[in-house]
């Protein structure tokens, strides 16, 4: 006798290869999560690496600052004599014009130095803010997909993938701005 086909049964096979389906799109969220977090752990090194520089290098060059200040004060103390000692007609120190000519050249290569900190401190500060932009769009793009899996919504997984190209984009401007 022929064998009666129970109905539910494909039924029971289609919910099942519909969950299996789901099951595998949440693995995808995971996946594609972690490498998110892994870019923003990245972006966020590099970004903090680049304060750090942009610091040092301002302090840098504000000692640097410092230290033009103090030959300018060296300077001025050597002309202040020169011109009390000529306004009184007495004779200058042997040395004294040499020290003018030596302060006003070490200044010169001061200031080229302290400038060329600052410059590079500022280039540091860029670098970080494009870094610190990635790490934001990296962590909202985190928390869309969080949403995606507890809304089960694949629409907010694609809006968080969309985020994560501009997370990128920040990450690579990081890298290549001067």
């Given at each position: 006798?022929?064998?009666?086909?129970?109905?539910?049964?494909?039924?029971?096979?289609?919910?099942e290869a519909a969950e299996e389906k789901k099951e595998r799109?949440?693995?995808?969220v995971a996946m594609s999560t972690?490498?998110?977090a892994v870019l923003a752990a990245i972006a966020g090194m590099m970004?903090?690496?680049h304060a750090?520089?942009?610091?040092?290098?301002?302090?840098?060059?504000?000692?640097?600052?410092?230290?033009?200040?103090?030959?300018?004060?060296?300077?001025e103390l050597a002309a202040s004599t020169a011109q009390i000692l000529t306004s009184l007609d007495k004779p200058l120190p042997a040395d004294?014009?040499?020290?003018?000519?030596?302060?006003?050249?070490?200044?010169?290569?001061?200031?080229?130095?302290?400038?060329?900190?600052e410059n590079s401190s500022a280039a540091h500060m860029r670098k970080h803010v494009n870094f610190s932009k990635g790490v934001t769009i990296f962590q909202i793009a985190i928390a869309i997909s969080a949403i995606a899996i507890?809304?089960?919504r694949k629409v907010m997984w694609y809006a968080s993938m969309l985020l994560s190209v501009g997370g990128c984009v920040y990450l690579v401007l990081g890298y290549l701005t001067k």
């Open positions: 006798m022929e064998e009666l086909e129970d109905p539910t049964e494909r039924l029971k096979e289609t919910m799109w949440t693995l995808y972690a490498i998110i970004g903090n690496h750090n520089e942009a610091m040092l290098e301002q302090i840098s060059s504000s000692d640097k600052w410092a230290y033009y200040q103090s030959k300018s004060i060296k300077a004294n014009v040499q020290k003018m000519a030596k302060y006003e050249k070490d200044k010169a290569e001061i200031k080229e130095k302290a400038e060329e900190e507890l809304t089960r």
